[in-house]
């Protein structure tokens, strides 16, 4: 199962293959893609047998992916999280509210960094996520879900008229705390935080 990154990177992986091997050293290609965007993309093995799994692209170029989980012979594989829905102004029912402050790699003085807090509400059992900003108030934000696993794994991308932030958020503590990251364009960073009372 291969999880794409959302946002502009996501079409990199239009000549992506995936190849098995016994030894590490012979590898043997089972898929390629066919040159369309995907957000998950699962690929089956059949009934080969194989110890290590390669994923590349046919092209020099970078790889972007959120994940890549391989499974065994037998394994329940995950469901694919439902289609991407774009926020409302009411807060998805039953969500928890995330404050995360996004740090900036190479700000002008790491010890002052400015703070930058970001609040969202996070609802797993629909897998919906809402900013809790002015653009999102006013219907100018769409959010865009890639991996949901209940409190423990969320990636997403915020888009607003001329900003794309992509997250990616480990959650610990049953979902309690988050340890992530952020990126917008060329800046990036650690995203992290927790659960706070909804207001």
Do not use: K
């Not at 089972?30 to 690929?43: A, C, E, S, W």
């Not at 080969?48 to 970078?62: F, G, I, P």
């Amino acid at each position: 199962m291969v999880y794409n990154r959302a946002g502009q990177y996501g079409s990199r992986e239009h000549t992506l293959r995936a190849l098995l091997s016994t030894d590490g050293r012979s590898w043997t290609t089972i898929y390629t893609h066919n040159g369309t965007d995907f957000d998950v993309l699962p690929i089956n093995a059949g009934n080969r047998t194989a110890r290590y799994v390669r994923v590349q692209l046919a092209e020099t170029n970078y790889l972007n992916l959120q994940e890549v989980e391989v499974y065994g012979a037998g394994s329940a594989q995950p469901t694919s999280p439902p289609p991407p829905t774009s926020p409302t102004t009411a807060a998805p029912a039953g969500g928890n509210r995330y404050r995360v402050e996004n740090f900036v790699y190479n700000a002008p003085d790491v010890y002052q960094n400015p703070r930058n807090y970001h609040d969202f509400i996070v609802n797993f059992a629909s897998c919906s996520v809402q900013e809790l900003n002015a653009l999102s108030q006013q219907g100018q934000e769409t959010i865009h879900v890639s991996v949901c696993r209940n409190n423990s794994r969320l990636t997403f991308t915020t888009s607003t008229p001329g900003s794309t932030v992509d997250y990616d958020w480990i959650l610990l503590n049953n979902g309690q705390t988050v340890a992530g990251a952020w990126r917008q364009g060329s800046g990036f960073g650690p995203s992290v935080g927790g659960v706070i009372p909804n207001r």
